[in-house]
């Protein structure tokens, strides 16, 4: 039995390890650090009593370890068989082939990003979106960072130093602790708000115009639904209403989808043009929820509204990047010229449950007998209203001599990670949200993921 100084003394030094691992591509003293933090956790391991067999290899292996997790980039591709199509915390919308190669295509080079070649002199980043959006929504639109830039940069230009009047039921919190009456405040503007959680009238926000009023703003009730006794004023009569006393209405769509998705059996996701038609003054929404393109948010509506906010100092602080300019100006040609199934998050929305099950029965027959096909919803995500499920055939998996939640982490932990759903101790696998090339991918990942234990 081997006392913890004799391990120690086994332990090679800082400098064999450097001689060990060091090569032309690892710099000296990034060897070095990881060398002394790998040698640190050895150390620690014996004080514990918990030594590994042969203290010099783990020291080696432990160093080697770190270096390459330097190498490996932790923001990585995931295979997402979750089924939810714009999935938050897997980067919401895949982007078009034409998105990706417009931005390789502009990252390593110098572009026109604000240089107008015609007139050989400075230009505006805004004009590589502007045109397609205008063409697209009949009027003329910004782009920032996001949705959440959009409003608060809209409220900000209009609504500082005055009321925002805002029904009671739409002051809502979106996924991750986004709150609008919080970016309302952050506005300088003041909420007032009218209704009731369930019900607000026309009469609601009439009443509550003042001197003091400065807008009002409409919220798309994103990812909660109030069912049963509910309501608020269409659009037009709001829009109406605002009109009549000289003050913008804006409307927060959330999603903004460019085509009208009823189709696909989505409620509640009225077009972007829709809102415009009916007499919104503004409407914000993101790039890369329905859209299907990158991260960025849209302020669309009355030429004199956008120009005034396109004026503001923030809209410099909130600017989106050349790449997403890139990404979304190709995405909206896509729009433009009806290629909608170009724009992965549209054509897994477009999917039939029939091409689904055909997908999910020959991987269940691969996989055998632990795999069977069944019905099930797919989301659409975004924070668009939980209600908006579209019908779907799971692959459902019950895992012999191993626990499902075993399965679900290898699956996620596994290269390339693959995320699934869990319930009734089944694993769940939607295809929808798998692209077709990479069943045979997620094929390996189930049969490694269901071999049986090997720790
Ligand atoms: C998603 C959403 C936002 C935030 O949009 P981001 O582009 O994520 O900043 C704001 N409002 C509503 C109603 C939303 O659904």
Redesign the pocket.
Known sequence: MQTPSDLYRLLPSVDELLSRLRDDSTPHALVRDEARAALEEVRAAIRSGDAPADVAAAAVEKTRARLEAWRRPSLRPVLNASGVILHTNLGRAPLAASAVEAMARTAGRYSNLEYDLALGRRGRRDVHAGALLERILGKPAIVVN????A?YLALQELGAGGETIVSRGEL?E?GDG?R?PEILARSGTRLREVGSTNKTRLEDYREAIGPDTRLLLR??P??FRIEGFTGRPPLPALAALAAERGLPLVE????GSLWDLSGQGVADEPPVTASLEAGVSLATF?G??LLGGP?A?VIAGDPALVARIRRNPLFRALRADKLIYAALEATLREFLFDNYEAIPALRMARLSVEAIDARARALAERLGGCAEVIDGDSLLG??STPAQTLPTRLLAIRPAGLSTAAVERRLRTGEPPVLARVADDRLLLDLRTVFPDQDAALELALRAALAPARD
């Open positions: 996001n949705n959440a830039a409003i809502i979106i986004f609008i919220v798309h994103s990812n927060d769509l959330g999603s993101s890369d929820k991260q948010g975004g924070g």
